[in-house]
């Protein structure tokens, strides 16, 4: 297996004055990983690193066919529309969106021209003219990494996703990014113990 | 197209406050639209209205009331001038197209004027059913008059003294419809026309009077000189209708400055308006377009979201623009005189709206540049974690 993802040690300078250091990670195609560690250690920081969101100090980090995003630099140009999916901890849409526009918006991000999701798995083919934010919260969640495999990009950032789910959601939740990480690599953090069973491998920071 | 359709949705999911920025817009925008159209339209008509009249000679009062009633037909005459007194200046070999008028009388409310056939030769006339009168008590009555009386060629009627007041009958005097005529100028849309001699005829026991002579001088000399040489040795009032004209055009420019300044004065405030509102709404929705880059989202498609909700208001606010110019048209003509138009160019006149139009789409951009350079400047992951 090839690595489809690859970051040098990491640092990342915080508005505190903090600076936070993250050891080599390596991510393969067809793997679901967990990053593990409690609240506060620098799960989010990390992901949103890896994803160009935040700049970082120091370090490398590359992404098969995208090139390499650098300290001091942006971003490369197509990073987040092919080189990865980034899905934040609580579940954003356009208030002023229904479900399928929510897509619609996600995949005019992506450079696509139809946002081909597959609802029926949710159960939410007869929502597509609902509010997205009307949607109840696993639901959300669920819409939510299916919106980021849009796209197909090589590597899923899920940061914190079963962060406000029950055991039902959160499982259902874990069972959809098991059966995608069949041709990418997730990455999921969480200080969530429920979620250990559905992952391949586990990356523990503290 | 695509951005404007999520633009689009982002306004109208905030629909009131878009409508409302949109109108306060429009309300500016319709001031100078309707300011750049007055002024066009009745400088055009003044001009058209006195081609042609160089000289009127009338009793002493306001030159304005005596352009308006003997020229526009729209105001009292200041009175009436001796027929020998007129007469002895009207042999002056430079005056041509003499145009002589007597004013006495009306009939349900239209005036009823004595002229002479120079006048009528001189009226632009569309359709005419019938003939001119050839005697005196025959009338032309024009179209509007006769479908508002109900008057057909051959019916007889008798005035009532007075211009447009009832001051008592002429009952003893018949005028005799010979003639309906309609013409496209407004100040002959309402009228009865019929020979001087008619209005003699009904009031026998006063002297033969003009109210109003009115000529043209094609020598421009005579035409500089000849009214105060007219005025200063005699007790007519002479006046050049093309200066006392362009010292209207000036009032009205002068009030058109005024509105003008204060359109777009409104125009830049609702401009702010659009700017704050578009700012607020980026500051409570920032996870959105927060979301949006971290989507993959580029700064170019972001521009189009900001800038395309403006663009849209823009658009409205035309659109809310040329809806007011339409109803401002149709609600004058229930105030203005019949066949007068507030504006001749209703819909379109590129060139003379462009200007604005122009403004509208800059100011539209513009308004919005603000806001998306602010939004590349905060943190994108502040958004996402903070929101």
Known sequence: MSHVLHSTELTVDLDNGKRLIFPELQLQKGELVLLQGASGSGKSTWMHALAGLLPIASGTIHIEGQGHLESGKKPPKQWRRNGLSFMPQRAFFWNSLSLKGNLDLAAWCKGLHDANADLETLGLTDKTRQAAHSLSLGEQQRLSALRSFLGNAPVLLADEPTASLDDANAEALMVLFKKHSADRAILVSSHDQRLAPFVDRIIRIS | ?387
């Open chain 2, 1 to 387: 197209m695509k951005a404007l359709t999520f633009a689009f949705k982002a306004l109208w999911h905030r629909k009131a406050t878009s409508a409302f920025s949109a109108l306060i817009w429009a309300l500016g925008l319709l001031g100078l639209a309707i300011t750049s159209r007055l002024e066009t339209n009745v400088e055009a008509q003044l001009t058209r209205t006195l081609e042609g009249t160089d000289l009127l000679l009338v009793a002493k009062g306001s030159p304005t009331q005596a352009i308006l009633a003997n020229v526009f037909h729209v105001d009292q005459a200041t009175g009436n001038i001796s027929r020998a007194e007129a007469d002895k200046w009207l042999s002056h070999p430079d005056l041509k197209n003499v145009r002589r008028l007597a004013y006495g009388d009306n009939f349900q409310g239209v005036r009823i004027l004595g002229c002479d056939s120079a006048t009528w030769n001189h009226v632009p006339v569309q359709t005419l059913e019938g003939r001119w009168p050839e005697a005196a008590m025959e009338v032309v009555i024009s179209e509007a008059v006769a479908k508002k009386s109900g008057l057909q060629i051959g019916d007889t009627f008798h005035g009532s003294h007075g211009t447009v007041d009832d001051l008592g009958d002429h009952d003893h005097h018949d005028y005799e419809v010979v003639g309906i005529a309609s013409s496209p100028a407004p100040q002959w849309a309402e009228m009865i026309w019929t020979p001087l001699e008619s209005v003699w005829a009904v009031h026998e026991e006063a002297p033969e009077e003009y109210t109003a002579v009115l000529a043209a001088i094609p020598n421009p000399m005579t035409r500089l000189m000849l009214p105060g040489q007219i005025q200063r040795t005699s007790s007519l009032m002479a006046i050049s209708p093309a200066m006392e004209a362009n010292r209207m055009v000036g009032w009205m420019n002068q009030g058109g400055a005024v509105l003008r300044i204060l359109s777009v004065l409104l125009t830049v405030i609702a401009a702010l308006s659009v700017f704050l509102l578009l700012q607020s709404h980026i500051r409570e929705h920032l996870s959105d377009y927060a979301l949006v880059r971290a989507m993959g989202g580029s700064w170019g498609q972001i521009a189009g979201l900001v800038l395309g909700q403006n663009l849209l208001l823009a658009l409205l606010a035309l659109t809310l623009t040329y809806t007011g110019l339409v109803l401002a048209y149709a609600l004058s003509s229930t105030w203005l005189p019949q066949g007068v138009l507030l504006y001749g160019d209703l819909w379109w006149n590129l060139g003379q709206d462009l200007p604005w139009l122009g403004l509208t789409l800059f100011l539209g951009l513009f308004a919005g540049i603000g806001p998306w350079i602010w939004l590349q400047k905060i943190p994108l992951h502040r958004a996402l974690v903070d929101s």
